[in-house]
């Protein structure tokens, strides 16, 4: 039996893309193209920009804007492009979500406001002033462990009601939570985590923004693919194939941001340095990656 899901707004299985830098550290805009086309072709359904992996903290405004236009020239209309606008200020969001829209992005990703820690009357002001603001279609980001602040599932189930928030990157590690909005909305959940993608699928969510796609796009797009066909096995297989690179790019003491790009530097790949206060990777770090990675894309 075939999955009947509607089809998300954005995608299935999303890239949280990296930000390509030359090696002076500079923005390259042509590998970020480059890297654009071979994740789409190699079957990303969209691209999240300037989020987290994208290095967004140490990337300024112009940047942001010139990487989605860039990108958007790259993919054209094959894959959604998801800006991410999220910042500690409200204001200072909804002027990069404008610019997210000038540039060509078909949605925002938007975080919790971090560091200032707002109570959840003020996270769903900030949200709403976004979505009031921009024409674009909006993601609520929501990584408690980062950001340090829940958007709570009563927010979510509220949030919901606004037109324009369509759907949630889910990196909250509440499952509960999460079925207790997916019950009650009709918000798109995408699953932020790589170890929860096809456990998050299986109760409803719409697909994935994943960081190791960044590497294995399309194994990430299998492991959906074969939900789809019902072949639930295979899906789960797939999903446990990917454990031992998944844990050594994201659950390590290293952000994804380094991991990724350790291993797209050692495929050839645009990658790049990361900025400060990032550092990158060891030689033996890179080796281990590239040794897991070798393993799970074996014929």
């Given at each position: 039996m075939t999955s009947t899901r509607t089809s998300p707004p954005f995608g299935r299985t999303l890239c949280a893309m990296i930000t390509p830098f030359t090696e002076g550290g500079e923005l390259d805009l042509d590998g970020a193209r480059r890297l654009a086309a071979r994740l789409v072709a190699e079957g990303c359904d969209g691209l999240v920009l300037g989020g987290?992996?994208?290095?967004?903290?140490?990337?300024?405004?112009?940047?942001?804007?010139?990487?989605?236009?860039?990108?958007?020239?790259?993919?054209?209309?094959?894959?959604?492009?998801?800006?991410g606008v999220g910042?500690?200020?409200?204001?200072?969001t909804v002027e990069s979500a404008l610019a997210a829209a000038e540039a060509g992005a078909d949605g925002v990703l938007v975080v919790t406001p971090y560091y200032s820690r707002p109570p959840q009357e003020a996270v769903a002001d900030h949200f709403l002033r976004v979505a009031d603001a921009s024409e674009l279609p909006l993601m609520l980001y929501?990584?408690?462990?980062?950001?340090?602040?829940?958007?709570?599932?009563?927010?979510?189930?509220?949030?919901?009601?606004?037109?324009?928030i369509v759907a949630v990157k889910d990196c909250s590690y509440d499952f509960l939570g999460t079925q207790?909005?997916?019950?009650?909305?009709?918000?798109?959940?995408?699953s932020g985590c790589d170890e929860h993608v096809l456990a998050l699928?299986?109760?409803?969510?719409?697909?994935?923004?994943?960081?190791?796609?960044?590497?294995?796009?399309?194994?990430?797009?299998?492991?959906?693919?074969?939900?789809?066909?019902?072949?639930?096995?295979?899906?789960?297989?797939?999903?446990?194939?990917?454990?031992?690179?998944?844990?050594?790019?994201?659950?390590?003491?290293l952000p994804g941001t380094v991991t990724a790009k350790a291993l797209l530097s050692r495929l050839g790949l645009p990658a790049g340095p990361v900025r400060a206060p990032l550092l990158p990777a060891d030689r033996k770090t890179a080796d281990d990656l590239l040794a897991r990675y070798e393993a799970l894309t074996r014929p």
């Open positions: 987290t992996t994208g290095e967004s903290p140490t990337t300024t405004d112009e940047e942001k804007t010139r990487l989605v236009t860039a990108v958007r020239e790259a993919v054209g209309d094959r894959a959604a492009l998801v800006a910042t500690a200020d409200t204001r200072h929501d990584i408690p462990g980062r950001t340090g602040t829940r958007i709570e599932p009563e927010t979510m189930i509220r949030l919901a009601g606004h037109p324009r207790k909005v997916l019950a009650r909305t009709e918000l798109a959940y995408y699928y299986a109760i409803g969510a719409a697909g994935c923004v994943s960081t190791i796609a960044n590497v294995v796009p399309a194994h990430v797009a299998a492991i959906l693919d074969a939900f789809d066909a019902g072949d639930t096995a295979r899906a789960a297989g797939l999903q446990r194939a990917a454990v031992p690179l998944t844990e050594a790019m994201t659950g390590s003491d």
